[in-house]
């Protein structure tokens, strides 16, 4: 093979090899992002059965919804402030 030849695989190698690498990248997060989402579920049944417990021991609905109850916490939605009604 000539050196034009062998000069244009070694770019393409190393363009390649920067592409494996972004897509290795990419993998492992979406790996951890799973593993997260599983540890996040165990969490949130780990919380429910608390309550049921709690429920169980003579706590009331009442009383822990003081504390935040597992089905009526929700994330808050961030605002910047402003709605598009406000804009003229």
């Known amino acids: 093979m000539s050196d034009a030849a062998n000069k244009i695989l070694?770019?393409?190698?190393?363009?390649n090899d920067l592409r494996m690498e972004a897509a290795?990248?990419?993998a492992q997060a979406v790996a951890a992002l799973v593993e997260a989402e599983q540890?996040?579920?165990q969490a949130k049944a780990g919380v429910k059965?608390?309550?049921a417990a709690a429920l169980k021991k003579g706590w009331t609905q009442a009383e822990l919804n003081k504390i935040g109850s597992p089905t009526r916490r929700r994330p808050r939605k961030k605002t910047n402030g402003t709605s598009t009604s406000d804009e003229s």
């Open 10 to 15: 070694e770019q393409l190698q190393a363009q």
């Open 24 to 26: 290795n990248d990419i």
């Open 49 to 51: 059965q608390s309550f």
């Open 39 to 41: 540890h996040l579920e």
